[in-house]
């Protein structure tokens, strides 16, 4: 279906459009709550989970850089994903990140995730060594994928350029797409910059192709793409599903939902997320727990969460329920 056409179409049209590729709407990369001695606390963690999916997200990411995933051992986050799904949550709306500086350490991760059943796995190149050749990110997605070593693996690139410094290149996909048929299923693209955003579902509109802020989700949903996966899901998401389902049903207030969510994140901006995300958790539910972050992350201090609240509040932000 040409672009125009998404625009142009039926509501119908744009819903068959997204729905039909292979993951679609809004993710939240979860934060990942601690206990007091900063160990992954499987209680709360499986408890957002089930909020974020009952308020509006079509999926969540686990252990994604919201989830200060690279803060956490192997054993830490295969424990934390078997207790969330030992509880009864879907696997088909969970997408894992498993990237890791070593290579062996992917793998066990990916083929873990792949195992239990999940939607897919969000793996950055790796990035320890800067500034890598194609051939070399090239060599080490195909050593992951040729290790896990099955067709059931879903694959979603993770472009992070200014954390990673390691680039998700056009040249890359097509090589793994020509290599290994139907594994890579889309890209996050964390860069925020739209042309780069642009690029990717111009030259694979078949992929998913997901902007990693809300601020471009309506420019990438009418140019093909998947939707968002968005830190501020972790507390907005019931307005992220809203303007997603404005968009899609072509909506008069789709636009003033836009400008909403955009508000929310402009108010975010600033802020460490992860910290920031955690103190609003905390003073929604009550529970001061929920502030605990790894180093080098640390709290955000109560003069800073008060800004931030009041900014939110300015923005027109409320839980769901307030």
């Given amino acids: 279906m040409a672009i125009d056409e998404i625009n142009g179409g039926t509501a119908t049209a744009r819903r068959d459009r997204v729905q039909s590729l292979p ?110 050749s194609e051939d070399g990110v090239f060599a080490g997605y195909s050593e992951l994928v040729e290790r896990v070593g099955t067709a059931d693996l879903r694959l979603y690139l993770y472009h992070f350029p200014r954390l990673s410094c390691v680039s998700i290149t056009h040249g890359l996909i097509a090589r793994l797409r020509d290599r290994f048929p139907g594994v890579v299923a889309g890209v996050k693209d964390s860069s925020g910059d739209w042309q780069g955003t642009r690029g990717y579902l111009e030259r694979f509109p078949d992929l998913a192709i997901f902007p990693g802020t809300e601020v471009l989700q309506f420019q990438a949903l009418s140019a093909g793409g998947a939707g968002c996966i968005t830190a501020t899901a972790n507390v907005n998401a019931h307005g992220l599903r809203s303007a997603f389902d404005a968009w899609c049903d072509e909506d008069a207030a789709a636009e003033r939902r836009q400008e909403e969510i955009t508000a929310v994140r402009r108010a975010l901006d600033g802020y460490p997320l992860a910290p920031a995300l955690k103190y609003l958790l905390a003073d929604h539910r009550g529970d001061p727990a929920w502030r605990r972050v790894r180093p080098p992350f640390v709290p955000l201090s109560d003069e800073d969460g008060a800004a931030l609240k009041r900014s939110l509040e300015e923005a027109g932000f409320g839980f769901p329920g307030n």
């Fill in 23 to 132: 993951a679609f709407g809004v993710w939240a990369p979860a934060v990942t709550p601690l206990d007091q001695d900063l160990s992954p606390d499987p209680d709360r963690f499986v408890a957002l989970l089930r909020w974020l999916l009952e308020v509006g997200c079509h999926g969540v990411v686990v252990f994604g850089t919201t989830g200060e995933a690279p803060s956490f051992s192997v054993d830490e986050r295969i424990a934390l994903l078997d207790a969330a799904l030992e509880a009864g949550l879907p696997a088909d709306r969970l997408i894992v990140g498993t990237g890791c500086p070593a290579l062996t350490d992917t793998v066990r991760l990916t083929a873990d995730a792949v195992g239990r059943g999940c939607a897919g796995v969000l793996v950055v190149p790796p990035y320890y060594f800067k500034e890598p």
